[in-house]
């Protein structure tokens, strides 16, 4: 506990840190549990953001990484070099995206790979206002950035470009439901839209059919690009490889990542530049390993038909929540979210707070998002007794809320 102590505080006073929640230093992994360095295991219910979606400690996994560290190179730029490993996960990212994707652009990260969607429509439309919605969360580089309305902390004194919102719509009867079609009227047609199918940051919060299916209609007629971003929602999260497909549209341009190992910046024929050097990253399809892992990954979730027990768990896990709900209805305001892809709203932040933290110190690992909500975002292989054994620990932490 000690040494655990030594390395939070020192990272405190040497390293630029992020978003951390609770004091964890990990050391191992397997299955669904994480192993900090004083040997506690924690049961973990949120993936590291989504981007452990086939659980830790995978025998395949190990394999490839045993084998790449036989090499004498593992890492190459990417953009300027090819590489097998770069050609085999871009056709069988291609085969589980929308049907009408015809390339993908491989970067390093989620925020990259909105970078890269942005520009390919920038290229085809030219320099003009993008839009986007409110607390949607596309990453930290300046230009998703812009279009990040997650948290003022995020944004406070950063330049951004050219931009405009609108609601995020997640019932279809919200009146703002036709806000794109309404701004139309008055505005010049921005560069493109993009939109989340499910906000990850923005609180788990799951779109409604009818306002994405609006945005795909009048995006659609006035000939302005739909980007998705999913890169938390994709890759199996939400009982589908992407979240979009609840919802019976397809994008022109589409950004993945997280459990994909790489960024991806997928296009349709149409944006796609067909100009060598229009856009480029220097380790971007160039990180050997994690291209392999990313190809192995998709492997797994097609053998395993984690798809299919994403879906079965996440309708198991929802019910068994909105269960809680019911019984602590003074805490828990709403229960949402698609596959293993749950959001749970409490009734204020610092009771969001309180769970995390309260989790934590009984074994299980969650984390907050929007407001006052917390993700619930396991690896895509937990089973029921893994599921009520985490759910029975977040009972526990209310019944904690309750009585304080």
């Known amino acids: 506990m000690a040494h655990a102590k030594k390395i939070v505080n020192d990272s405190n006073r040497h390293r630029e840190m992020g978003v951390c929640f609770v004091p964890f230093v990990i050391k191992?992994?397997?299955?669904?549990?994480?192993?900090?360095?004083?040997?506690?295991?924690?049961?973990?219910?949120?993936?590291?953001?989504?981007?452990?979606?086939?659980?830790?400690?995978?025998?395949?996994?190990?394999?490839?990484?045993?084998?790449?560290?036989?090499?004498?190179?593992?890492?190459?730029?990417?953009?300027?070099?090819?590489?097998?490993?770069?050609?085999?996960?871009?056709?069988?990212?291609?085969?589980?995206?929308?049907?009408?994707?015809?390339?993908?652009?491989?970067?390093?990260?989620?925020?990259?790979?909105?970078?890269?969607?942005?520009?390919?429509?920038?290229?085809?439309?030219?320099?003009?206002?993008?839009l986007s919605t409110k607390m949607a969360f596309h990453g930290r580089t300046l230009g998703a950035l812009t279009y990040t309305e997650s948290k003022?902390?995020?944004?406070?004194?950063?330049?951004?470009?050219?931009?405009?919102?609108?609601?995020?719509?997640?019932?279809?009867?919200?009146?703002?439901?036709?806000?794109?079609?309404?701004?139309?009227?008055?505005?010049s047609p921005p560069a493109f839209v993009i939109v989340e199918p499910v906000q990850g940051e923005g609180g788990y919060r799951p779109a409604s059919k009818k306002f994405m299916r609006t945005l795909r209609k009048i995006t659609r007629e006035n000939d302005i690009p739909l980007i998705f971003d999913e890169i938390q929602s994709g890759m199996g999260r939400t009982g589908k490889w992407w979240a979009h497909e609840h919802y019976g549209v397809k994008p022109e341009l589409m950004a993945s990542a997280k459990s994909l190992n790489v960024g991806a910046a997928f296009t349709t024929k149409k944006y796609s530049t067909g100009e060598c050097g229009a856009i480029s990253s220097t380790w971007g399809g160039g990180h050997r390993i994690d291209l392999a892992v990313g190809s192995k990954v998709i492997e797994i979730i097609k053998k395993e038909r984690l798809l299919k027990n994403a879906e079965r768990m996440g309708n198991y896990m929802k019910k068994r929540f909105e269960e809680l709900m019911e019984k602590y209805f003074e805490l828990i305001v709403e229960v949402r979210g698609l596959g293993l892809m749950i959001g749970v709203e409490m009734d204020r932040e610092a009771n969001a707070n309180k769970v995390v933290q309260d989790?934590?110190?009984?074994?299980?690992?969650?984390?907050?998002?929007?407001?006052?909500?917390?993700?619930?975002?396991?690896?895509?292989?937990?089973?029921?007794?893994?599921?009520?054994?985490?759910?029975?620990?977040?009972?526990?932490?209310?019944?904690?809320?309750?009585?304080?």
Not at 77 to 94: I, Q, W
Not at 171 to 178: A, L, M, R
Not at 363 to 382: E, W
Request: charged letters at 30%.
């Open 28 to 130: 191992d992994a397997k299955g669904c549990y994480i192993e900090d360095i004083a040997g506690k295991k924690y049961l973990d219910f949120n993936s590291q953001i989504c981007t452990q979606n086939i659980g830790y400690g995978r025998p395949e996994i190990k394999r490839i990484i045993r084998e790449y560290s036989k090499l004498g190179i593992y890492k190459i730029a990417g953009s300027d070099f090819y590489c097998e490993e770069a050609l085999e996960l871009a056709k069988k990212a291609l085969s589980i995206a929308p049907s009408n994707m015809e390339k993908v652009f491989l970067v390093n990260s989620g925020a990259e790979a909105v970078e890269n969607c942005i520009k390919l429509a920038y290229r085809k439309k030219g320099p003009y206002a993008g």
């Open 152 to 187: 003022e902390i995020q944004k406070r004194n950063y330049p951004e470009l050219t931009n405009h919102i609108i609601e995020f719509c997640t019932e279809d009867d919200d009146p703002e439901i036709h806000e794109l079609e309404d701004f139309l009227k008055r505005e």
């Open 359 to 404: 989790a934590f110190k009984n074994g299980l690992l969650i984390m907050p998002c929007g407001d006052k909500s917390i993700r619930i975002a396991p690896p895509l292989i937990i089973d029921e007794g893994l599921a009520d054994r985490g759910i029975d620990i977040f009972e526990k932490c209310l019944k904690l809320c309750s009585t304080e």
